[in-house]
């Protein structure tokens, strides 16, 4: 009885990690095929100023931060996707997240 015993834990053993090695495989496949970027940028007024508490979204979801009191933002985004910069009394502005914002 021991020898079946040790024998199926050995087998559920080799199974459990099996199953554990695919998992993590396509963990890290999923990780690429969701790359994202790293969005950078200042948001300026017509005078070169900085605009404080500028919104800066990922157009259509919740992904998004504020600009630093130096007009500053940064944040994760998938590449391709479409960047919205708004601010109270001033007209927004999109740009692809591949491009380089003005």
Do not use: H
Not at 51 to 58: K, L, N, T
Not at 67 to 76: E, L, P, V
């Amino acid at each position: 009885m021991k020898n079946q015993r040790s024998k199926f834990s050995l087998i559920w053993g080799s199974e459990f990690l099996t199953k554990l090695l695919l998992f993590c495989c396509f963990l890290g496949i999923s990780a690429f095929a969701s790359a994202q970027q790293k969005v950078t940028g200042k948001v300026v007024d017509s005078n070169g100023q900085p605009i404080i508490g500028a919104s800066v979204v990922v157009k259509g979801s919740s992904t998004g931060v504020i600009t630093d009191i130096d007009g500053n933002f940064s944040f994760a985004a998938d590449a391709g996707k479409t960047i919205e910069v708004s601010y109270v009394g001033f007209k927004s502005k999109t740009f692809e997240s591949s491009d380089k914002p003005k």
